[in-house]
Every structure is written in structure tokens, then in C-alpha cells.
Nanobody
Framework: VQLQASGGGLVQAGGSLRLSCKAS????????VGWFRQAPGKEREFVAS????????VYADSVKGRFTISRDNAWNTGFLQLNSLKPEDTAVYYC????????????????????WGQGTQVTVSS
């Protein structure tokens, strides 16, 4: 499965962006989706994860209440809605997919993910 992330950009603090993650195969519907981010000089960190059907979500405390993860399996696409953005949200955002079928679970651990997108830059100015 190849993943293509898009939707990043430059936005002022308090603004919003919607990131997309397009998968190349219908196997996507059998995968847990995750979003991670990596700021300059820092390790890649977990942001959010969504189970195969979309019923279960988990978020990092730093983004809870501001970011929303979702998916559309009919279009093999995942999304991350970023609201109330802060300068500390500036990073390269990566989408990832973990083959978890038939389990309906979320995944926080970076090493569990099988497939990764190329990353999309989000820059929040103060």
C-alpha cells in the first residue's frame, strides 16, 4: 500500500488545515490509520489513530479537542482536521497504516505501522 499525504501549508495561529492521506489499494480498509508528526530536531511523535471502521479514535493529549481524525474507506482516504492551530504544531505530518484486520483497534506505537506516506509540512505562524 502506498500512501500520499497532502494538505499541509502555512497558516496563522488559530487557523485550520485539513490533511488527506490517499492510499493506493483497498487493503486500506483493513488497516488502522495513524498520523504522526516530526518537528525539527525532535523525534517523530504520535498524533492520532483511527480503527478500521472508524468507530474508535485516540489522540495525543497535546491535540485532543483541536484535531479530528477520520476516514472514508470507499475512497481509500484518511483525514486529519487541524483546528485552533498553535505555533508548536509546526512539523512535518506523516500518515501511516497498520494492517490490523480483523481487529478493531487504534495504535499509538510508531513501530507497528507497516506503511508510511511521504509527509506534508504544516507551518503555524504566531
Amino acid at each position: 500500500v502506498q500512501l500520499q499525504a497532502s494538505g499541509g501549508g502555512l497558516v496563522q495561529a488559530g487557523g485550520s488545515l485539513r490533511l488527506s492521506c490517499k492510499a493506493s489499494a483497498r487493503t486500506f480498509s483493513r488497516c488502522t490509520v495513524g498520523w504522526f508528526r516530526q518537528a525539527p530536531g525532535k523525534e517523530r511523535e504520535f498524533v492520532a489513530s483511527l480503527s478500521r471502521s472508524g468507530r474508535t479514535t485516540v489522540y495525543a493529549d497535546s491535540v485532543k479537542g483541536r484535531f479530528t481524525i477520520s476516514r472514508d474507506n470507499a475512497w481509500n482516504t484518511g483525514f486529519l482536521q487541524l483546528n485552533s492551530l498553535k505555533p508548536e504544531d509546526t512539523a512535518v505530518y506523516y500518515c501511516a497504516a497498520a494492517f490490523t484486520y480483523p481487529r478493531e483497534i487504534t495504535v499509538r506505537e510508531l513501530g507497528v505501522y507497516d506503511y508510511w506516506g511521504q509527509g506534508t509540512q504544516v507551518t503555524v505562524s504566531s
